[in-house]
């Protein structure tokens, strides 16, 4: 079956580190992956977007690696602050016409 | 800035009773979706439009149905709403076909009772 997993248990970092967080898929071959950021009670903000046939984006203290044989998305942020705290969600289009589907989301906890 | 909007931020609703949830777009963005959110299953596609009156099932779209009668206004009904409909709901909208970000609105907390 088809699958999109990323960590459910929270992520705790200090202040200043840099975050990792992991998106595994399975049995879909996608053209590109999205990441976005989820504030509690919020609708998700896009952030950054990654083709098929780039290894790596970067946005400002963020970096998004894409490794099709792997199946597997890394998504940095570089010099944590507290700000940065919230639920990052990984989605991949599996048909070229935006339907996306999303993983569950890791939740991202900075602390000072 | 592409704003998303959503009639409502909390909603409570009787079994039976048809809902209507509203969301408009103001950047003239021709897709349209309707997600749902619940713990542990993550945003899950219930419908999509690629232009005005069109519309396409999703991955859950049993139970709900959409219109878009205007380019900038997409609704979903719960025809007959049932207490397994409770969830967060959050619309979202892309500038076209294509490789393009979705914007989301701020979604709509509805508890069915």
């Known amino acids: 079956s088809q699958k999109i997993e990323q960590n459910s248990e929270a992520l705790n970092i200090q202040e200043g580190k840099t975050a990792t967080l992991t998106c595994n898929y399975t049995n879909y071959s996608p053209a590109y992956l999205q990441w976005y950021r989820q504030d509690p009670g919020r609708g998700p903000v896009f952030l950054l977007l990654i083709r098929e046939n780039e290894k790596e984006k970067r946005k400002e203290r963020l970096k998004v690696t894409f490794d099709t044989t792997l199946k597997q998305s890394l998504f940095h942020i570089t010099a944590s602050q507290p700000a940065d705290s919230a639920t990052y969600l990984c989605?991949?289009?599996?048909?070229?016409?935006?339907?996306?589907?999303f993983g569950t989301g890791t939740r991202l906890l900075v602390s000072p | 800035d592409v704003k998303v909007t959503q009639s409502s931020r909390y909603l409570v609703k009787r079994t039976g009773e048809k809902v209507f949830l509203e969301c408009v777009q103001d950047?003239?963005?021709?897709?349209m979706f309707w997600y749902r959110q619940d713990p542990g299953l993550g945003l899950r596609l219930i419908y999509f439009s690629y232009d005005v009156k069109m519309k396409e099932k999703g991955d859950i779209p049993e139970g709900y149905s959409v219109s878009r009668e205007k380019k900038e206004r997409f609704s979903l009904i719960l025809e007959s709403a049932s207490t397994n409909q409770t969830s967060m709901y959050l619309c979202?909208?892309?500038?076209?076909?294509?490789?393009?970000?979705?914007?989301f609105g701020p979604g709509t907390r509805l508890t069915v009772t």
């Open positions: 979202a909208s892309s500038p076209a076909a294509g490789v393009y970000e979705q914007y």
């Open positions: 950047m003239d963005h021709e897709n």
């Open positions: 989605a991949l289009d599996r048909t070229g016409f935006q339907k996306l589907v």
